[in-house]
């Protein structure tokens, strides 16, 4: 593995650990083409690399904001590049759950949409007390395509999945930890320090049973995943086609409410 050639993921090794920071802080680190593609070069790569744990965080205040809004209202649902682009999100999901390492995700600030489905697939997920995670795709027109619908509902439930998806609200503070969604809430600044020291003890052991043992309770996710994650996907490029995705995203970015006919 090469971590010279990535531009927008930044590499640094904290002895067995590799910690893997998504490098776009000016736009929250939101996904646009050249991150997407880097993130699943990644995750398809990791397994190669003689790391043997994997630290995921994003530089700056915020763990990743999801998809591009800006991009998404410049480009209009309808592109072929927005249409390619759903596509290689879940490109992105399949990748991160092949992944065999263990991986612990360091949440600081927003993890949105597709953010949250990057930070809550990890293995383990420690985050700061500024941390703000959901799925705000519905909220920009969408449907929840990108791997939320096959993780939340196993997280917190169904019935409160749906809740959460279906209104795009954002958890935060002690709710993250009371309902399942973090395994660690730790004061921001104990945030570097609380992720590494977890990595560095699943570095530690017996590195074929803790590969084994991910993989073998990843089968809940690869059951499941054909049928959740391509489904969502047709729907999610069906709805990035409306009306109302249009108008979601013209509303996001000149800051106003949305009027929406369900067209």
């Known amino acids: 593995m090469d971590l010279s050639t990535y531009e927008r993921i930044e590499f640094r090794r904290e002895g067995d650990v590799l910690v893997m920071t998504m490098n776009r802080p000016e736009r929250l680190n939101a996904v646009h083409p050249p991150l997407r593609m880097e993130l699943i070069r990644a995750f398809n790569e990791l397994d190669d690399d003689e790391s043997r744990a994997v630290v995921i965080t994003g530089a700056g205040r915020a763990f990743c904001?999801?998809?591009?809004?800006?991009?998404?209202?410049?480009?209009?649902?309808?592109?072929?590049?927005?249409?390619?682009?759903?596509?290689?999100?879940?490109e992105i999901v399949r990748a991160q759950l092949d992944l065999e390492k263990p991986c612990v995700a360091a949440v600081r600030g927003p993890?949105?949409?597709?953010?949250?489905?990057?930070?809550?697939?990890?293995?383990?997920?420690?985050?700061?007390?500024?941390?703000?995670?959901?799925?705000?795709?519905?909220?920009?027109?969408?449907?929840?395509?990108?791997?939320?619908?096959?993780?939340?509902?196993?997280?917190?439930?169904?019935?409160?999945?749906?809740?959460?998806?279906?209104?795009?609200?954002?958890?935060?503070?002690?709710?993250?930890?009371?309902?399942?969604?973090?395994?660690?809430?730790?004061?921001d600044e104990e945030l570097e320090a609380r992720s590494l020291e977890l990595a560095q003890r699943l570095a530690a052991m017996p590195p074929y049973a803790v590969k084994a043992t991910k993989i073998t309770v990843n089968t809940l996710l690869r059951d499941k995943l054909s049928a959740v994650l391509d489904l969502g996907l047709a729907y999610e490029h069906y709805s990035a086609k409306m009306a109302d995705h249009r108008e979601a995203t013209r509303a996001w970015s000149e800051r106003r409410d949305g009027v929406f006919t369900g067209e």
């Open 65 to 90: 904001a999801g998809g591009d809004v800006q991009r998404m209202d410049e480009q209009g649902g309808s592109s072929t590049r927005a249409k390619f682009a759903q596509v290689r999100t879940g």
């Open 111 to 187: 993890a949105i949409g597709l953010g949250a489905s990057i930070a809550l697939m990890c293995d383990v997920v420690v985050a700061s007390d500024t941390a703000r995670i959901g799925d705000r795709h519905v909220n920009v027109g969408l449907v929840a395509g990108d791997g939320g619908a096959l993780i939340w509902p196993l997280l917190v439930g169904l019935n409160k999945a749906k809740e959460l998806l279906m209104l795009g609200d954002l958890v935060e503070g002690e709710e993250l930890e009371r309902l399942g969604i973090v395994n660690h809430l730790v004061p």
